[in-house]
């Protein structure tokens, strides 16, 4: 699945913007401060990323879960 492929429901974030990609969660994530990429929330959202481009199918629902986790639970995801 191309990491240009759309989640099903946007992301919206604080502030307005919205993640309508997997592409864009991933730059999303990448614009984080390291500290914050390392976090175990950001390090799981980041490989359900990954697994929903590599592999895709339901990976591109738990992507978009482990990101509205990260970014509304322990990770300073703005």
Do not use: Y
């Amino acid at each position: 699945m191309p990491w240009s492929t759309p989640f099903e429901e946007p992301i919206r974030l604080r502030g307005g913007a919205t993640l309508i990609t997997l592409q864009h969660a991933a730059d999303h994530v990448m614009q984080m401060p390291k500290d914050v990429q390392q976090q175990e929330c950001w390090q799981i959202a980041v490989e359900n990323l990954i697994n929903a481009a590599e592999i895709g199918g339901g990976w591109l629902m738990f992507a978009r879960i482990a990101m509205l986790r990260a970014l509304n639970g322990d990770g300073d995801g703005r």
